[in-house]
């Protein structure tokens, strides 16, 4: 594609982040709940579970100035202080190809033919030497950051919504070019903009290298459009490119109307005409190499009808400014967002009422989302559905950390179980990243193996976590009601006590709360937040 940029009419654009959010008083409802569930609740649905340290935090602030807190959060300098060992956060795109590359591409650099058998065993025995320099380690930073971010950072429900715009705009690092691109993807697209308005964050994501690479809109053209031989293997004839589909297609069935909202395929295919050109540059030497750019030559300046907008003919980039901007405040737009939030905050069937409440503040405030998360956590239905939702691997991982100890380390067993878990991070291939609801994630396999990993970790056997347990002489009662915030079930109860055995759980000197701790971790009430 080196040549077909060299001819093309180039334009860049930088995304601004949102401003920070104004802190604001709430009205919670009247609930049944009493304080401690309350308290137990509030920290399940906006932030990654109860630990000891925020549970402290809500009692020195109260529960309504806490949330408030959660929604326009300050700094956090201990957390900014914590990630500055990792040299990789901060690069741009160009920064991580050019200091992580491929050792096939160091080697190339120095003149060895990498396709012999001694290039390639060179390839291999420099991964071996240096694997702290491949381009795995920019998503192995990346995840050890979003692991300790999601265990201690005192703005918890900012990681919960970082959390939830990266999994409804995912890109996946396991496709070629991306991986080198997601550090700066979340980092520029997604996290400056959750507390800012929709349509910035569509945006962003919309221009972004990694979505551009991910969905190949950085190779759609208009139909026709011919880029000049290569002359390669003896191929000198040109190439004829076209129109690629697979972004407009998500755009519409995922980040914006939802797939039932009634458009149709020339729907689809308009909106990708729309976002012809709107590519990256991918010369290396460039300053701007890996950075949006908008190829003039290859949009289609036509007239377009997208979902009922029209797009009058010679409007270049605009085409799609415009269309991003119709879309964002589409009704259909604000119904499909705010299903999914509530979904995520409340149930994985919310009311339609809630729904339809929740979408009339998104339209009424042009996509503002501090507002629309507020109108859910002042809603009587996320009060009373306190235990309705299952935990991802990553949300029951984390919270078990915080529920037993503190994260000192994220180090790389950590991510590995939630591999075995079944939800790699940055590693969702689809682009309808991972599911948000109980059938993706019940099974009597994934049960035993969360057990597994609840053991694992209260008896010190996962490095990084710095575990608490409760006091020796503790009740499995006590116990119960500590890791899990609220008391058990008879049913947890009887399970854990006919695991010790009948001498241990009648002796409170001789119980091993590892093992009680352990188990309550696994149980059917520590699945659910």
Known sequence: MTRFVVLLTLMSCASTPAAPPRAQSLSLPPTALSANERTTHALNRLAFGPSSADRQRVETLGLERWVAEQLAPGDDPAMAERLSGFKTLNLTVAESFREYPRPQQKLKALGVDVKTEEGKAQAKAMAKENPDELPRQLVIELTQAKLLRAANSKRQ?????????????????????????????????????????????????????????????????????????????????????????????????????????????????????????????????????????????????????????????????????????????????????????????????????????????????????????????????????????????????????????????AQRPLAAALEVLGQPLYRCAPPTGYRDDAAAWVSAGALVSRINFGLRLATGRVPGVVVQLPPQDSSVERVAEQVLGRPASKATLATVTRALGPDESLDEKRLDVSKVVGLLLGSPEFQKR
Not at 377 to 386: K, L, T
């Open 157 to 409: 429900f900012e990681e919960v919504m970082v959390d939830f715009w990266f999994n409804h705009f995912n890109v996946s690092a396991e496709k070629n070019r991306v991986r080198w691109m997601v550090n700066a993807y979340e980092r520029e697209a997604i996290r400056p903009h959750v507390f800012g308005r929709f349509r910035d964050l569509l945006g962003a994501t919309a221009k972004h290298p990694a979505m551009l690479w991910y969905l190949d809109n950085w190779m759609s053209v208009r139909d026709g459009f011919t880029l000049p031989a290569r002359k390669k293997d003896d191929d000198d004839e040109p190439r004829v490119m076209g129109l690629n589909e697979n972004y407009a297609r998500e755009l519409l069935e995922l980040h914006t109307v939802g797939v039932n909202a009634g458009y149709t395929q020339q729907d689809v295919r308009e909106a990708a005409r729309a976002l012809t050109g709107w590519g990256v540059e991918s010369r290396p030497r460039q300053r701007d190499f890996g950075q949006f750019e908008f190829h003039a030559l290859a949009h289609d300046d036509g007239a377009k009808s997208v979902f009922g907008l029209t797009l009058p003919a010679g409007l270049g980039r605009d085409d799609g400014e415009r269309l991003l901007d119709f879309l964002a405040r589409h009704p259909a737009t604000a119904k499909h967002l705010a299903t999914k939030l509530c979904q995520r905050l409340v149930s994985d069937s919310p009311s339609p009422q809630l729904v339809d409440r929740v979408a009339a503040v998104f339209l009424a405030t042009d996509g503002d989302l501090p507002s629309t998360y507020r109108a859910i956590v002042e809603s009587p239905e996320f009060w009373s559905s306190a235990g309705s939702k299952t935990r991802t691997p990553f949300e029951f991982v984390i919270a078990s950390v915080r529920a037993v100890g503190t994260l000192d380390e």
